[in-house]
């Protein structure tokens, strides 16, 4: 039992290193070591027992190590040989090259990183996301730091009682035995900033923690200057509480990282808000922009706008953070009276509806209204998000709904396998882990022999059933199970037998269970002497998702069957450990969500790049790599529907039976040569593909650098451009009713031949403005059975004439294709530079006349 006493005198201790190993915490400070493997190397070989007792975290290794184990390497040549070459990998890693000259820098808002398993302030694919998009940006040296919260308790730890219920247990974080320091002021303490509550000031610490050439700052208000314990837990737990610490995190995070950057000197150029959490930063842009630029409110919201980049992840509604408008008033009334407008004012920018007072304010609403650049992760959740928030542009057709699309992908380095990295250095090119995007060199992965990729392979599967065999006799042991029990968990799975992975959260559109639709088909396909095959799940529920863990309690129970005990293993306490070991170990990895309910999905890429075939739902990133990916896909490219479940069960199971376990037991000279090509086509394709180093040289290109081209173009002429586009935006509401279509066509008579030109021509009143005031587009395409346009191209027409307050514009239009084509007029307000920053309105008007 704790005993408080105050006033207490603290003191840091921190461990005596031998001269010759002088920079051991200068490396275990910095995440390299967690993709670099000499760095790692490194700490591991000081003591390979202690390392794994630690949670593989070298900060508190080094504190635990005897003073004579420290010496004794101190003066081992051999040691210190590995560790000279660790120092050097590790100064080419971090070094950074000059900034940029342009002042170019990204701010990366996120709930959660999934950076390392020491470090739990992650609960699933979006933080393990984050993560790896900090290493791909250090990899590549781009001008990026990141910003979220340090969870005292961070996401739970599960564990299983006696039946097979989801326990949930929250131990707490030691941030001075983790990689981290805190931020020092100009006078050398503890750099804090404070955001207001209704209950007063509440401080916040601003920690940093390196990951390699990026730094991460983590805030947290678990500090004494905050005496009040709700504003001490704000950072308590990541997704834990209620709806009202939900909104004092989402605060802290958004508006207390904005003060920070400030504190710090910093000033970011981009702002990409992963996720809608940290979506009130844009308030606080706001905030600050009329106070020391002396903007108007709709000016402000102009010059933020321009620099932020939006991630949606989310394909659900339910996903979606939404708050009471008695909730928003309570927190943000004050903020109203200081910028000087209307609660509703505020509340519209979180709105779908604007009229309905009733509506609850949405965080991802607000990031839309408040960014130019908005993204999904993959190009089918970029379809479902254009139809999610297509009422946000009601006039648009579906797809051009300004949500563009970049894929997630995986940070190579942190979840390729030693042993496969191993035959890379002999069969590719010396510099492979440098030329992650060149085809070619993976394409040299064809030339490594059937038999070295198998047994790499097979090394890694013997490892994963040693990590299985270990991790649930400690189960059974911690739960007081049986002596059978504990001597069962020895002797599960067969390193020889065809082995499944499915590992994710247990969110019910995951349908964890469908592989158990049919039990005893699937006793009959697992207990196939000749042809037997193993699963291995893991994956935690939310504490309040009881759907969820009652598919965890299923699968246990099953596990327990005594004809399966050896076939069906569900792994406790799913994290970054327990995914790479079974991205790593696993021959089929199995994925069957919902289509159209995955944004994107990453666990299958991991897989990918280790050799793994997945089986898959068409949804998120498989729909794009399936045919290349040398794996199997689960039903069609069709939404989803509830009587799909028997009909995709049905098909995992005859892909089973009929392809995937005769394919893999195949031996022509001990060697699966099927098998074999398609994991080679795997590596060859996916491994460049879906690295996540692509993913963030795509964010620089199509999103980064245009927002901050706009905030430099804004900045050059001192905010005189976001002034005038107030003004002329405020122009163009007062008179828009009155703009209208006076004549459109003439259209086609008959028909015509394709290649000749189609005069195409729009009278519109514009009710005073200019001809450059307004874009007006023929949207054309080919005419389908119900009349719809489909297969569309969208051309701008051209202002030729003007006649009064009538504008005319026109163009000739040269159909390449034939059959029955057709176009529509429209007009819409020109105050976008392209299309994808189109602000969320609806104003734009089509053609109703002939």
Same mark, same amino acid.
């Given at each position: 039992m704790p005993f408080h006493i105050q006033p207490i005198r603290e003191f840091l201790v921190r461990p005596t290193l031998p001269e010759?190993?002088?920079?051991?915490?200068?490396?275990?400070?910095?995440?390299?070591?967690?993709?670099?493997?000499?760095?790692?190397? @490194?700490? !591991?070989?000081?003591?390979?027992?202690?390392?794994?007792?630690?949670?593989?975290? *070298?900060?508190?290794?080094? &504190? %635990? #190590?005897?003073?004579?184990?420290?010496?004794?390497?101190?003066?081992?040549?051999?040691?210190?040989? @590995?560790? !000279?070459?660790?120092?050097?990998?590790?100064?080419?890693?971090?070094?950074?090259? *000059?900034?940029?000259?342009? &002042? %170019? #820098?990204?701010?990366?808002?996120?709930?959660?990183?999934?950076l390392t398993e020491c470090l739990p302030v992650y609960s699933g694919g979006l933080g393990v996301l984050s993560g790896d998009h900090l290493k791909s940006s250090s990899d590549q040296d781009y001008p990026l730091i990141g910003l979220g919260l340090l969870y005292q308790q961070g996401f739970f730890r599960q564990f299983l009682n006696p039946d097979g219920w989801q326990q949930e247990r929250y131990p707490m974080n030691d941030f001075y035995t983790l990689p981290l320091a805190t931020v020092k002021d100009a006078n050398g303490g503890d750099l804090k900033v404070t955001v207001k509550l209704p209950t007063g000031d509440v401080h916040i610490q601003v920690w940093r923690l390196d990951v390699g050439r990026i730094t991460l700052y983590l805030m947290d208000t678990n500090i004494p200057d905050n005496v009040l314990p709700q504003d001490r837990g704000i950072a308590d737990s990541l997704y834990g509480g209620d709806i009202d610490t939900r909104i004092r995190?989402?605060?802290?995070?958004?508006?207390?990282?904005?003060?920070?950057?400030?504190?710090?000197?910093?000033?970011?150029?981009?702002?990409?808000?992963?996720?809608?959490?940290?979506?009130?930063?844009?308030?606080?842009?706001?905030?600050?922009?009329?106070?020391?630029?002396?903007?108007?409110?709709?000016?402000?919201?102009?010059?933020?706008?321009?620099?932020?980049?939006?991630?949606?992840?989310?394909?659900?509604?339910?996903?979606?953070d939404l708050f009471d408008p008695g909730l928003i008033y309570h927190y943000f009334s004050d903020y109203c009276a200081e910028v000087g407008i209307d609660f509703q004012q505020l509340m519209a920018l979180g709105r779908r509806n604007v009229f309905d007072r009733d509506e609850r304010f949405s965080m991802a609403v607000l990031a839309l209204n408040t960014s130019a650049y908005r993204n999904a992760v993959s190009r089918l959740h970029r379809q479902v998000s254009q139809e999610m928030f297509h009422d946000l542009w009601p006039r648009l057709p579906l797809w051009e709904v300004p949500i563009t699309s970049i894929t997630n992908g995986v940070h190579l380095p942190s979840w390729l396998n030693g042993d496969l990295a191993s035959l890379y250095d002999q069969y590719l090119q010396p510099d492979w882990r440098d030329r992650f995007n060149d085809s070619t060199i993976w394409e040299q992965v064809g030339e490594i022999p059937d038999e070295e990729l198998l047994e790499a392979h097979r090394r890694r599967k013997r490892r994963l059933v040693s990590f299985v065999r270990e991790r649930e006799g400690a189960s059974a042991a911690r739960r007081q199970a049986s002596a059978t029990e504990v001597h069962r968990a020895a002797g599960v799975l067969d390193p020889n037998a065809l082995t499944i992975g499915f590992a994710r959260r247990f969110a019910t559109y995951k349908r964890a269970t469908l592989l158990f639709r049919d039990v005893e088909r699937l006793k009959r396909i697992l207990l196939n002497k000749d042809l037997p095959v193993q699963i291995v799940i893991a994956g935690k529920a939310h504490p309040k998702d009881q759907p969820g863990k009652s598919y965890i309690r299923e699968i246990v129970q099953l596990s327990r069957d005594p004809d399966l005990w050896k076939h069906v293993v569900f792994l406790e306490d799913y994290d970054m450990k327990v995914a790479r070991e079974m991205v790593q170990g696993v021959d089929?990895?199995?994925?069957?969500?919902?289509?159209?309910?995955?944004?994107?999905?990453?666990?299958?890429?991991?897989?990918?790049?280790?050799?793994?075939?997945?089986?898959?739902?068409?949804?998120?990133?498989?729909?794009?790599?399936?045919?290349?990916?040398?794996?199997?896909?689960?039903?069609?490219?069709?939404?989803?529907?509830?009587?799909?479940?028997?009909?995709?069960?049905?098909?995992?199971?005859?892909?089973?039976?009929?392809?995937?376990?005769?394919?893999?037991?195949?031996?022509?000279?001990?060697?699966?040569?099927?098998?074999?090509?398609?994991?080679?086509?795997?590596?060859?394709?996916?491994?460049?593909?879906?690295d996540c180093r692509r993913m963030v040289r795509e964010y620089m290109t199509e999103l980064y650098e245009p927002a901050h081209s706009s905030h430099l173009r804004i900045l050059k002429a001192d905010y005189s451009l976001v002034r005038e586009r107030a003004r002329w935006n405020a122009r163009i509401r007062e008179v828009w009713d009155r703009v209208k279509f006076v004549e459109a066509g003439p259209g086609p008579a008959g028909s015509v031949t394709s290649?000749?030109?189609?005069?195409?021509?729009?009278?519109?009143?514009?009710?005073?403005?200019?001809?450059?005031?307004?874009?007006?587009?023929?949207?054309?395409?080919?005419?389908?059975?119900?009349?719809?346009?489909?297969?569309?191209?969208?051309?701008?027409?051209?202002?030729?004439?003007?006649?009064g307050s009538v504008a005319v514009f026109a163009r000739d239009i040269l159909p390449e294709r034939t059959g029955r084509l057709g176009y529509a007029l429209r007009v819409s307000p020109n105050h976008f530079d392209d299309p994808i920053t189109r602000p969320c309105t609806s104003l734009l008007k089509w053609s109703s006349v002939g």
């Open positions: 010759s190993l002088s920079r051991l915490s200068e490396l275990a400070h910095n995440l390299l070591w967690s993709w670099e493997p000499i760095v790692r190397a @490194l700490f !591991r070989r000081l003591d390979s027992s202690l390392w794994r007792e630690c949670g593989y975290n *070298p900060v508190l290794m080094l &504190g %635990r #190590l005897p003073q004579a184990t420290l010496a004794k390497m101190g003066a081992d040549a051999r040691y210190l040989g @590995l560790y !000279r070459t660790a120092c050097e990998t590790y100064d080419a890693r971090v070094r950074k090259g *000059p900034p940029p000259a342009d &002042g %170019r #820098l990204i701010a990366y808002f996120s709930a959660e990183y999934g995190q989402e605060i802290v995070l958004g508006i207390g990282g904005m003060r920070a950057l400030k504190a710090m000197g910093l000033n970011p150029t981009v702002y990409h808000m992963n996720e809608g959490h940290s979506a009130f930063l844009a308030l606080e842009q706001v905030r600050v922009l009329m106070r020391d630029r002396k903007l108007t409110f709709e000016e402000a919201l102009e010059a933020a706008r321009a620099s932020n980049v939006f991630t949606t992840h989310t394909p659900v509604p339910a996903g979606i089929l990895w199995l994925s069957n969500p919902r289509r159209g309910e995955e944004a994107c999905g990453t666990s299958g890429m991991k897989a990918a790049i280790n050799g793994v075939l997945n089986l898959s739902i068409l949804d998120g990133w498989f729909d794009e790599a399936y045919e290349n990916s040398g794996g199997w896909a689960i039903g069609e490219r069709e939404p989803y529907s509830e009587d799909q479940d028997a009909l995709h069960a049905s098909a995992i199971y005859y892909l089973l039976e009929s392809e995937i376990a005769p394919m893999f037991y195949e031996r022509r000279e001990q060697t699966p040569r099927e098998w074999m090509r398609r994991m080679k086509q795997s590596l060859m394709y996916i491994s460049p593909h879906f290649g000749r030109p189609v005069p195409v021509r729009a009278a519109i009143d514009l009710a005073g403005l200019k001809p450059d005031d307004v874009r007006v587009e023929a949207v054309i395409g080919r005419v389908d059975s119900n009349g719809y346009l489909v297969e569309t191209e969208v051309l701008v027409l051209p202002a030729v004439e003007q006649q």
